[in-house]
Structures are given as C-alpha cells and as structure tokens.
C-alpha cells in the first residue's frame, strides 16, 4: 500500500475508534512520525493531507524542517527525549514539544524559546507512567512542578500530557493510557491540560478510548524502520 492509502487507513481507524466510545473525530489529531524516514515519504504525506509530523531526534527535525520550507503549514511535533544542549534547535524549529519532564528543561526551553520565537511554544509534559528506570518522564509524582514551571515561562504555552506505555501487551497499555487520563483529571482536567498525546501504531484505539487528543503514530503509515535505538 502506498503511504496515502496506509494514510486513509490509519484516518478510517481513528474515526471509527472515536464513533466507537462516542467522541467527535475531529477531537483526535493524527501525528504522522517519519523518524527515520527521508522526506520524499513526509512529501507524500503532505500531498494527501497531513499536516502535523513527529520526530524524536532534534537534530533530524530541524534538517527536515530546513529540507521541507517550501511546504506551507507543516506542523513539527518533537516527540523525542529532550536534553538541555538541544533545547534552542527545538525553541526554533518545533510547532509543538511532547516531552518536558523537568523542571530543568521546562527553564531552559522557556529561556531559548524567549529569544527564538514571537509566539508562545506549546508544550506537554512527558510522564513516565510505567515507573521504568530507563526511560524518561516525570514521575506521576513530579507532575506538579513540571507544570508549576512550564507556567512560570512567559514563552511557553502549557498544552497537556503524554506518555509512553511500557513495551508490552495491549491490556499494559490500556491501563497506563486511563492513568495518565486520571492524572490530567487531578491537575486540573482538560480546561488546564487541553491534550494527552498517547496511542501508538498498535495501540491508538486504546488510548482514543482513554481520551487521546493527539495520537502519534509511524509504523502504520510509513511502514517499518530500520532497527536504530528510536
Ligand atoms: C516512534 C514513536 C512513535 C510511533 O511508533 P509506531 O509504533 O511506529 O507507530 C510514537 N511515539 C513516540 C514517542 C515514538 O518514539
């Protein structure tokens, strides 16, 4: 299948998914992850209609966001871990950043995106649901000040949580997915926290049905990628 009907595909799943526990589609945006794809496939996309693409190394954001300028209106989600040395590539080339989990990168992303941008940058903080050592997120504890710092920086634009499951089985998944819809609840619910960005190629209709906003999704639109560390 061509990246377009694989495209149409994904799009028929979320509108069903969303029919299915009685939420409007339109409620639900696709991000489309080329990571690790080349930016003929991002090319494609954008002829059938996606806007909003998810990239998790900034370095390859801000490449293919220089590659693509002469695309109007590409939306560039950065869904990858962030580190302080990268945090003023993302303040200029990111639309969206999924992935502030301290308040260190909160004040530094705040400080570059101060001085890089006129608007606002929107921003979810990332929460490590599962508890893994490895992997980043807050701590569902930690939550608080994550977002306490986020509202402390003029530049940025507190938009929601996100998280990603364990590796695991769909059931995993399910539960992190309504655990992180209960922490939005008890940080103030959507008025504060507008987007949960959660769901993925084999699990985005569970995480509709927890109440994602923001699905990311790669495998099933762009096919496999090369086995790296993404
Ligand atoms: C790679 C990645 C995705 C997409 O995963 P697929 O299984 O290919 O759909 C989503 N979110 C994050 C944070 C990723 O790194």
């Not at 969206?96 to 606002?120: K, Q, Y």
């Amino acid at each position: 299948m061509s990246i377009a009907d694989q495209l149409s595909d994904v799009r028929s799943r979320i509108t069903l998914s969303a029919q299915d526990c009685g939420r409007d589609p339109r409620s639900i945006r696709l991000v489309a992850v080329s990571k690790a794809k080349p930016t003929d496939c991002i090319r494609e996309a954008y002829a059938a209609g996606q806007r909003a693409f998810g990239e998790n190394y900034v370095q390859e954001l801000a490449s293919k966001s220089e590659e693509l300028a002469d695309l109007p209106d590409l939306e560039w989600h950065f869904i990858g871990h962030l580190q302080t040395n990268k945090a003023k590539l993302a303040a200029r080339f990111a639309h969206v950043v999924h992935t502030v989990d301290s308040v260190v990168i909160a004040r530094e992303l705040g400080r570059r995106a101060a001085r890089e941008r006129s608007t606002p940058l929107p921003v979810l903080v990332e929460v490590n649901i599962g508890g893994e050592p490895q992997k980043a997120g807050a701590a569902p504890s930690e939550v608080d000040e994550v977002m306490s710092a986020v509202a402390t920086q003029p530049s940025l634009l507190l938009r929601g949580l996100m998280t990603v499951p364990p590796a695991g089985d769909r059931e995993q998944s399910r539960r992190t997915f309504e655990t992180l819809a209960s922490l939005r609840a008890l940080h103030g619910g959507a008025a504060v926290l507008a987007d949960l960005s959660m769901g993925m190629s084999g699990d985005f209709d569970l995480a509709i049905r927890a109440g994602a906003t923001l699905v990311r999704v790669g495998t099933d639109i762009f096919g496999p990628r090369p086995r790296r560390p993404y």
